[in-house]
């Protein structure tokens, strides 16, 4: 007999989370794994973000926050909205919570009734989609391909939408293809959503920073675009606050209420000490973290140009985030040491076994011809990992 619930029971774990723990379980047997597997920075949080948590403790911050975050920190958000993204929110607008992940499991609850169905043009971020079902929606992929740059066109996002069609989700800088949307872009999707008042869209921005292309766009700074359109960000990946747990979200004040509302039943106000480091964090001159964004910059390059030294991958040259996202769909049916490919989990699993080096399956994210590296680590474990993935595909 199976005491689970059915919801638990339908969901998926999340790949990338169970290959890192793999990856983490051969090293402790004493193998010698490269972990290419997890968005994680490979640098420290900045001083100046942790002498502002050191304050908060020392201040006595360490009784129950306000549910919807600190009104200074929402305060701050709003500053940062208008600074980088034009963008005029009030602190009614914005709810502070663990981590966006948080953020978009609230939005799902409190916008998704049973049968909505909500786009995701693929890739797409691993947990969009079992966040999505656990609310009863119905994610709808929109395929890309290496060719596009990984991107939807105005005419495809089109074709998607049904009568049933409540939202639309997307990542810019995308996690895991990297790609990221220009003005024009946005201004033309922007264009196709005029004719449904109805749609709301998810703007991710949590890689905004990470971001080589020179400009950033938020989709609700398009004409029309504000008042359907909920901003998620937060710290974690810009400023290597991964482990401190803080997202946000901007959104009109109804559905502001309503996560603040799902959130006062769940988990209630985020971590106190952290949402005082992010009052910091956010009230920064972005250019303190160019320094992070040069590196990443410079291990693109790197990844980028071995990879198109290793025949058989395909790949585009991602604009933001620490990710690339070769196509290996050329290997598929072939036999390598003995190991048949059938899919790119299969050549997932092949680079582990063979080279010792963890990747994520494209299938995770919405695209199955595809495999995700990160490149946010050392550039002498990159161009190891690299050199070992040649030699096992030669």
Same mark, same amino acid.
């Given at each position: 007999?199976?005491?689970? /619930? ?59 926050s306000? %549910? ?6 929402k305060?701050a958000?709003?500053?940062k909205f208008?600074r ?9 607008? *914005? ?9 978009l ?13 909500v ?6 971020w691993v947990s969009? !989609?079992?966040?999505i079902k ?7 992929e929109?395929p890309?391909s %290496?060719?596009?740059?990984?991107k939807?066109t ?11 069609t ?6 810019s800088? $995308?996690?895991?293809?990297? /790609? ?8 033309? *999707? ?5 004719? !449904?008042?109805n749609?709301? +869209? ?6 905004e920073? *990470? ?6 766009c938020?989709i609700?700074? *398009? ?8 901003? +998620? ?13 803080i ?6 004040e109804?559905?502001a209420?309503? $996560? ?7 988990t209630? =106000? ?32 790197? %990844? +980028?140009?071995?990879i198109k ?7 585009? +040259?991602?604009?933001?985030a620490? !990710?690339v996202?070769?196509d290996?769909? /050329? ?11 059938k ?10 076994a063979e080279?010792?080096?963890?990747? %994520?399956? =494209? ?6 011809? $595809?495999?995700r ?8 474990l ?10 096992v595909?030669?």
């Amino acid at each position: 007999m199976n005491s689970l /619930s059915d919801r638990i029971n339908n969901l998926s774990t999340s790949q990338t989370l169970a290959m890192a723990a793999l990856a983490r379980e051969l090293k402790a047997q004493g193998k010698d794994i490269i972990s290419l597997s997890l968005g994680e920075p490979d640098f420290n949080t900045p001083d100046f973000i942790k002498e502002a948590a050191k304050k908060a403790i020392d201040e006595n911050y360490s009784t129950y926050s306000p %549910v919807d975050g600190y009104v200074e920190l929402k305060e701050a958000i709003c500053r940062k909205f208008k600074r980088d993204n034009n963008l005029d929110y009030k602190p009614a607008n *914005i709810v502070v919570s663990t981590g966006a992940k948080q953020s978009l499991y609230n939005i799902a609850q409190c916008m998704l009734n049973e049968g909505d169905e909500v786009i995701l043009p693929a890739p797409y971020w691993v947990s969009y !989609y079992e966040i999505i079902k656990m609310a009863g929606g119905i994610p709808v992929e929109v395929p890309t391909s %290496v060719e596009s740059d990984f991107k939807i066109t105005p005419e495809q996002l089109e074709k998607a939408i049904t009568p049933k069609t409540k939202m639309i989700w997307y990542s810019s800088p $995308c996690n895991p293809s990297g /790609s990221v949307y220009s003005r024009e872009e946005f201004t033309a *999707i922007a264009k196709v959503l005029e004719k !449904y008042p109805n749609i709301f +869209v998810v703007a991710d921005e949590i890689y905004e920073h *990470i971001n080589f292309s020179g400009t950033f766009c938020s989709i609700a700074s *398009i004409p029309g675009m504000f008042e359907r359109t909920i901003t +998620v960000n937060g710290v974690a990946k810009a400023f290597a606050m991964t482990g401190w747990r803080i997202g946000y979200i901007g959104a009109p004040e109804f559905i502001a209420k309503a $996560c603040t509302k799902m959130q006062g039943q769940v988990t209630s =106000g985020a971590n106190s000490i952290a949402q005082r480091a992010t009052i910091a964090a956010v009230d920064a001159d972005p250019k303190v973290l160019n320094y992070m964004v040069e590196a990443f910059h410079k291990r693109r390059d790197l %990844v +980028v140009g071995l990879i198109k030294e290793i025949p058989g991958l395909k790949i585009n +040259v991602p604009e933001g985030a620490f !990710y690339v996202f070769p196509d290996v769909s /050329s290997f598929f049916g072939k036999t390598l040491r003995g190991t048949l490919i059938k899919d790119a989990t299969d050549f997932s699993m092949y680079l582990l076994a063979e080279a010792n080096v963890a990747t %994520v399956t =494209g299938d995770a994210f919405g695209n199955p011809d $595809c495999i995700r590296f990160s490149y946010a680590t050392s550039e002498e474990l990159l161009v190891e990992a690299m050199r070992r993935i040649k030699e096992v595909l030669a």
